[in-house]
């Protein structure tokens, strides 16, 4: 655990693995066995040649924690390699997520407004209900449903932070 003086930091986490059964619980299984919290998890087949997988991870925690972290997500099987994108520098990082607003009359028009001027989309619609999509950072998408709220706001689907280094370097 922390000590009270010891700063905890956010940090996205990269992890190249084989595309194979079993390996996400076993990621899984490594953070709740040890008591760590994932933030945010998203899952993909980057190469369907070689059969690998990306794991991002978002997770809090000391410059010790991660460190542990780091050192044991990269002695499982079948990890080929972990990388702190926080660390190594620039890097994009995006969210999508699918919020449902329920309203009618001015709580319509004004969840209309927001959503333009956080360039969220209207998937669909109807006479007392929005879909909208919105994609950018974590905050960004925070504070769309912080203020849909207060307009109606019934359900929200993220996915999760998916993220890649700027620059040459490639995983």
Known sequence: MAQPSEKTNKHTIS????????????????FSGRGYNIESLTVA???P???????????????MIIEQIKAQLTRLVPVHKVRDLTLE??????????IKVRGRGNRRVESLRIADIFRASVLDSTNDSFVFEIIGS??????????MESLGLSDVSRTGVVAISRGSETM
């Open 45 to 47: 087949e980057v190469d």
């Open 138 to 147: 974590a905050e960004k998408v925070d504070a769309f449903i912080k203020l």
């Open 15 to 30: 992890v190249l693995v084989d595309n194979e059964a079993g390996v996400l619980a076993r990621v899984v299984g490594l």
């Open 89 to 98: 520098g620039p890097r994009v990082e995006r969210e999508l997520a699918l």
């Open 49 to 63: 040649h070689k059969s690998l997988s990306r794991i991002n991870i978002v997770t809090s925690g000391t410059p």
